[in-house]
C-alpha cells in the first residue's frame, strides 16, 4: 500500500494506528458539542487515504433499468439537496472495554468509547437516484428482476485504492434501507455545511443513518442493485458478532462461521460515560451519550452508582430527529455513608422500553459491543 501523498490529519485526534489512518479524539472533548466539530471526528481506514478530484464518477448499475455515471457536481445539480443529521459510529466502538470487562483479548484496534460522532450530513437521497435510475417501488417486480425489491441489495464500493484485505473497499445494505423514506440514506458531500475532507471521503460518501460505520462506504465510485449482499471481503469475512465460542480466526475460517453470520447492520442501542466527577461535596456530575438501535431513538438514560441495583433518570440535553445521537447529563447526590470515589453506570433505555443490559457476551472481532456504561470517579 502507498502512503505517500496522505493528506493532512486532525492534530486533536489520538492515533491508534498510523498507516493506515485509524484515531479516535478525547472522549470528554467529544461530549462537549451536539454536534462533532471535523476536527474531533473519529478516522476510520482500511487503506490509505488518496487525494481526489470533484471529477470522481459514481457508476449507478446492477439491477436498475437505467445504468447512470455522474460526478458529485452533476449529483448536485440534477437532485435535490438534501440533510440529515445522523450519528456515525465504527462497529468496534468500545472494543477495548469489552476486552477489559470480559478479561479477554478480541482480535482488532483497541478502540476506546470515542469512535462515534454526530454531524450534520448533506449530499443527495440515495432513493431520488435509484428512483431515476429506475426503481420503482420496494417489492415491485422491476424489469424481468426475479427477486422481489424487499429481498435485495445494494451495494456501494471504492476502487479508488486497495485495503489491507481487499483490492478494494465495499460493503452492501438491505435496498430497503436505501428506499425507505425515512431512512435517510444519502450519498453525502458535505460534513456540517463544509465540503468532505479527504480523510471523511471526499468527494462522496454513503451515509447509511442506524448502521455500522463500515457500511458507510468513503470515496464511493460504484452503487450497485443486486441480488447478493458485496462480495468484497470487510462485508463477508469481518464486522459480524460471531458467537463466543468461535475463539480464534483460523477456527472461524475452517468452521465457515463468517457464512453463518449474517453482516452487522444495525447498530444496537449504547451508551457510554464521558465524563464522571465530584463537583462538591457529596455531588456527583456525570455526562455522556447514548444511541439508538433498531427499535427506535433513545427515551431516557438512567444512571446507577450501585452497579445496577438501583437507577435515577438523567437529563437528556441533546437529541435532534430519529438518527441523531442522545446527549445527556446526571447530577447525583451520594447518600450519606456512600464513598467519594467508586463507579458510575448509565443504561439506555430506548422508545420501546429495550434497554442495555449489565452484561453482554466476549466476540472475537470484539464488535457491538453494549454493556451498560461505566466509569470511575473521585
Ligand atoms: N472506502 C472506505 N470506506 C470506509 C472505510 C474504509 O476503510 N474505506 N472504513 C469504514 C469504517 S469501518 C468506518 S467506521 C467509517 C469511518 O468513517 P470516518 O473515517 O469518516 O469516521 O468509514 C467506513 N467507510
Ligand atoms: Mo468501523
Same mark, same amino acid.
Not at 472495554?97 to 478479561?103: A, G, I, Q, Y
Given at each position: 500500500m502507498d502512503f505517500?501523498?496522505e493528506?493532512?490529519?486532525?492534530?486533536?485526534?489520538?492515533a491508534r494506528a498510523e498507516k493506515p489512518w485509524n484515531a479516535?479524539?478525547?472522549?470528554?472533548?467529544?461530549?462537549?458539542?451536539?454536534?462533532?466539530?471535523?476536527?474531533?471526528?473519529?478516522c476510520r481506514n482500511h487503506s490509505p487515504i488518496k487525494?481526489?478530484?470533484?471529477?470522481?464518477?459514481?457508476?449507478?448499475?446492477?439491477?436498475?433499468?437505467?445504468?447512470?455515471?455522474?460526478?458529485?457536481?452533476?449529483?448536485?445539480?440534477?437532485?435535490?439537496?438534501?440533510?440529515?443529521?445522523?450519528?456515525?459510529?465504527c462497529a468496534g466502538?468500545?472494543?477495548?472495554?469489552?476486552?477489559?470487562?470480559?478479561?479477554?483479548?478480541?482480535d482488532g484496534i483497541k478502540w476506546?468509547?470515542?469512535?462515534?460522532?454526530?454531524?450534520?450530513?448533506?449530499?443527495?437521497?440515495?432513493?431520488?437516484?435509484?428512483?431515476?435510475?429506475?426503481?420503482?417501488?420496494?417489492?415491485?417486480?422491476?424489469?424481468?428482476?426475479?427477486?422481489?425489491?424487499?429481498?435485495?441489495?445494494?451495494?456501494?464500493a471504492s476502487h479508488v485504492t486497495a485495503c489491507e484485505e481487499d483490492d478494494w473497499f465495499g460493503a452492501?445494505?438491505?435496498?430497503?434501507?436505501?428506499?425507505?423514506?425515512?431512512?435517510?440514506?444519502?450519498?453525502?458531500?458535505?460534513?456540517?455545511?463544509?465540503?468532505?475532507?479527504?480523510?471523511?471521503?471526499? $468527494?462522496?460518501?454513503?451515509?447509511?443513518? *442506524? #448502521?455500522?460505520g463500515v457500511?458507510?462506504v468513503k470515496w +464511493?465510485? &460504484?452503487?450497485? =442493485? %443486486?441480488?447478493?449482499?458485496s462480495e468484497n471481503f470487510y462485508q463477508q469475512k469481518d464486522y459480524?458478532?460471531?458467537?463466543?465460542?468461535?475463539?480464534?480466526h483460523?477456527?472461524?475460517n475452517?468452521?465457515?462461521?463468517w457464512?453463518?453470520?449474517?453482516?452487522?447492520?444495525?447498530?444496537?442501542?449504547?451508551?457510554?460515560?464521558?465524563?464522571?466527577?465530584?463537583?462538591? $461535596?457529596?455531588?456527583?456530575?456525570?455526562? *455522556? #451519550?447514548?444511541?439508538?438501535?433498531?427499535?427506535?431513538? +433513545?427515551? &431516557?438514560?438512567? =444512571? %446507577?452508582?450501585?452497579?445496577?441495583?438501583?437507577?435515577?433518570?438523567?437529563?437528556?440535553?441533546?437529541?435532534?430527529?430519529?438518527?441523531?445521537?442522545?446527549?445527556?447529563?446526571?447530577?447525583?447526590?451520594?447518600?450519606?455513608?456512600?464513598?467519594?470515589?467508586?463507579?458510575?453506570?448509565?443504561?439506555?433505555?430506548?422508545?420501546?422500553?429495550?434497554?442495555?443490559?449489565?452484561?453482554?457476551?466476549?466476540?472475537?472481532r *470484539?464488535v457491538?459491543?453494549?454493556?451498560?456504561?461505566?466509569?470511575?470517579?473521585?
Open positions: 505517500s501523498n493528506p493532512q490529519h486532525s492534530v486533536q485526534l489520538i479516535e479524539p478525547e472522549l470528554d472533548k467529544l461530549v462537549q458539542h451536539n454536534i462533532t466539530p471535523e476536527e474531533l471526528v473519529y487525494p481526489l478530484g470533484e471529477d470522481l464518477t459514481v457508476k449507478i448499475d446492477g439491477l436498475v433499468q437505467n445504468k447512470l455515471q455522474l460526478t458529485t457536481k452533476e449529483l448536485k445539480d440534477k437532485f435535490e439537496r438534501r440533510e440529515v443529521v445522523a450519528a456515525l459510529q466502538n468500545r472494543r477495548k472495554t469489552m476486552v477489559e470487562k470480559k478479561h479477554k483479548d478480541v476506546e468509547e470515542a469512535t462515534i460522532c454526530n454531524v450534520r450530513w448533506g449530499g443527495v437521497s440515495v432513493r431520488d437516484v435509484l428512483l431515476h435510475a429506475g426503481i420503482t417501488s420496494p417489492n415491485a417486480k422491476a424489469n424481468g428482476i426475479q427477486s422481489p425489491t424487499s429481498q435485495l441489495h445494494l451495494c456501494f452492501s445494505i438491505p435496498l430497503e434501507k436505501a428506499m425507505d423514506d425515512n431512512g435517510g440514506v444519502l450519498l453525502a458531500f458535505e460534513m456540517n455545511g463544509k465540503p468532505l475532507s479527504p480523510d471523511h471521503g471526499f $468527494p462522496l460518501r454513503a451515509v447509511i443513518p *442506524g #448502521y455500522s457500511r458507510w +464511493v465510485d &460504484r452503487i450497485t =442493485v %443486486s441480488e447478493g449482499e459480524k458478532v460471531l458467537p463466543p465460542q468461535v475463539e480464534k483460523d477456527q472461524a475452517r468452521e465457515d462461521w457464512s453463518k453470520v449474517p453482516a452487522l447492520q444495525a447498530m444496537p442501542l449504547n451508551s457510554a460515560i464521558a465524563i464522571a466527577r465530584i463537583v462538591a $461535596p457529596r455531588v456527583l456530575y456525570v455526562k *455522556g #451519550y447514548a444511541i439508538s438501535g433498531e427499535t427506535g431513538q +433513545v427515551a &431516557r438514560v438512567d =444512571v %446507577s452508582i450501585d452497579e445496577g441495583k438501583s437507577w435515577q433518570p438523567a437529563r437528556i440535553t441533546y437529541q435532534e430527529g430519529r438518527w441523531s445521537w442522545t446527549l445527556w447529563e446526571a447530577t447525583i447526590a451520594l447518600p450519606e455513608g456512600h464513598p467519594e470515589r467508586g463507579k458510575v453506570w448509565s443504561r439506555a433505555v430506548d422508545e420501546r422500553g429495550e434497554m442495555q443490559r449489565l452484561d453482554v457476551d466476549w466476540n472475537l *470484539g457491538a459491543y453494549t454493556a451498560v456504561g461505566e466509569r470511575e470517579f473521585q
